[in-house]
């Protein structure tokens, strides 16, 4: 079974940097999507950036300009470089991958992400 493995989480001051790693541990055929998604305290699940097969990005405004998704197919990792970080990026980052026609996804087991102010 295929595991998403996820790293680079932490605690940072406002302004500073992270960049999230996932990588998958084993090789996924037909990966169509992979992204991150996260979910502040007592607030849904949102999609913060998505990349596709075709290599199109889609961010969600409030990162838009900070945030950078990047994909290495070889190693079926997704990264998420996170610039300018504010408090309210303060979340449980999850990745996902979305392959086949159906399509089926698989699910990172989340890391934490705290900005202070």
């Known amino acids: 079974q295929v595991q998403l493995v996820e790293s680079g989480g932490g605690l940072v001051q406002a302004g500073g940097s992270l960049r999230l790693s ?36 889609n961010y969600t405004d409030s990162v838009k300009g900070r945030f950078w998704i990047s994909r290495d197919n070889a190693k079926n990792t997704v990264y998420l470089q996170m610039n300018s970080l504010k408090p309210e990026d303060t979340a449980v980052y999850y990745c996902y991958i979305g392959a086949g026609s159906s399509p089926f996804y698989y699910w990172g087991q989340g890391t934490q992400v705290t900005v202070s102010s």
């Open 22 to 57: 996932c990588a998958a541990s084993r090789s996924i055929v037909s990966i169509n999507v992979m992204g991150w998604y996260r979910q502040a305290p007592g607030k849904q699940r949102e999609l913060a950036a998505l990349i596709t097969g075709g290599g199109t990005t």
